[in-house]
């Protein structure tokens, strides 16, 4: 029936509702919300010298605050409706058919308000570097080059592809993509990690099952560069002929670009532009984004940088299984899913929505 499917849609968002409200709660936006709305609207606001830091904070609070009210609000009365009109099929049609609606805005606010970090409005850079395994774990490394894309486009978010190292007999050696859009970086971060794929290689006359790695490493795009300090001696700057599709000028001239920052070990390049000059300026800007996240994990000790783990056994984040059984499992979260295909097609926002809340 009807009411029974409307009945178990709300069930289903329950949960969030109440992950929304008990944020609110322990946020203590309300109490905030009174304080600034008090000193906005005192008489003597004009001469206060932070008043337009106050006032912003104020205004983006208040219209967090009207989003809660405005999210719990349709809940509830979606909820009263279908009980209202419990007999009313007519009623309970159009109730249905706006559901799906208010499901997803109320999961957009609630990884909205999780996305509390100081870059996870900001676009993030995503490399992919194969690990064990030769030529199985390269063609593994473009897999998920290709389950960002998707994902990306899922969310409506623009992908370009700054650098492409390929393998040796197919896949990958490295890749790095520019993702951008709203929360890309806040969303995206989740991924940092090495990734393990356990599956039949295509690539074994014997069809046996083997075992792949591959390192993602997030990094959100800085467009400050007050925000760290980069001496030119500390780098080493190497180009080189670009690689794969790209025009007439690929491979006809050292356009690529390779930074080396040395005292960190970090290495960036990319290849997509058109110029040196042009390649340069976005490989210092990679370079950049992940010298501001190095030092944040370092001030934070949240973790250690992808690049000094082990691209094997024992480091992984996530387990994607397609043989002997179908089967993704994120080892921080325990979300699963039995269906690798969508997984890899870019359905990665429930293991997004999972680390997103434990965190």
């Known amino acids: 029936m009807l009411i029974d499917d409307i009945s178990q849609q709300l ?25 600034l ?19 912003q904070k104020f205004e983006h609070l208040k219209t967090l605050r009207e989003s809660y009210q ?19 099929e007519a009623s309970l049609t159009t109730l249905a058919q706006e559901l799906p609606l208010l499901t997803k805005r109320i999961t957009k606010f609630k990884i909205n308000l999780l996305l509390r970090g100081e870059h996870d409005s900001s676009n993030a850079f995503v490399s992919i570097n194969s690990g064990a395994g030769g030529t199985e774990s390269q063609d593994w490394a473009e897999m998920l080059v290709r389950m960002y894309q998707r994902f990306a486009e899922q969310e409506r978010f623009s992908v370009e592809l ?18 951008s859009g709203p929360n890309a970086y806040g ?16 690539f074994d006359s014997s069809a ?27 780098l080493r700057i190497d180009t080189y002929r670009a690689s794969g599709a790209g025009g007439q000028h690929v491979n006809k001239t050292d356009s690529a670009v390779r930074i080396t920052h040395i005292p960190s070990g970090i290495v960036v390049q990319c290849q997509n532009g058109r110029s040196q000059i042009q ?22 000790a949240a973790q250690n940088a992808v690049e000094k783990q082990k691209i094997e056994w024992g480091s992984q984040i996530r387990s994607y299984v397609l043989h002997p059984y179908k089967m993704v499992k994120d080892l921080r979260t325990q979300h699963e899913s039995s269906q690798p295909d969508n997984v890899l097609d870019g359905n990665l926002m429930p293991f997004i929505e999972s680390w997103l809340i434990q965190q």
Request: charged share 30%.
């Open 11 to 35: 069930k289903a968002v329950e949960q969030d509702i109440t992950a929304i409200e008990t944020f609110w709660k322990n946020s203590k936006n309300e109490t905030l919300f009174s304080q």
């Open 162 to 179: 700054l650098d492409h190292q390929p393998g040796e007999a197919a896949g990958i050696k490295s890749a790095t993509l520019l993702i």
């Open 70 to 88: 405005e999210i719990t609000t349709s809940f509830y009365e979606a909820q009263e409706l279908s009980t209202l009109f419990a007999d009313d």
């Open 208 to 234: 046996r099952r083997h075992t792949s790695f591959s390192s993602v490493s997030i990094s959100p795009q800085i467009n400050d560069d007050a925000a760290i300090t980069i001496d030119d001696k500390d």
């Open 187 to 202: 969303l995206l971060k989740s991924e940092h990690g090495v990734h393990r794929l356990v599956r039949i290689s295509p």
């Open 279 to 300: 390649n340069k300026k976005t490989a210092m800007n990679m370079l950049l984004s992940r010298l501001v996240q190095k030092k944040e994990e370092e001030k934070k």
């Open 37 to 55: 709305q008090e000193r906005v609207h005192h008489e003597n606001f004009w001469q206060d010298k932070d008043r337009i830091t106050i006032s």
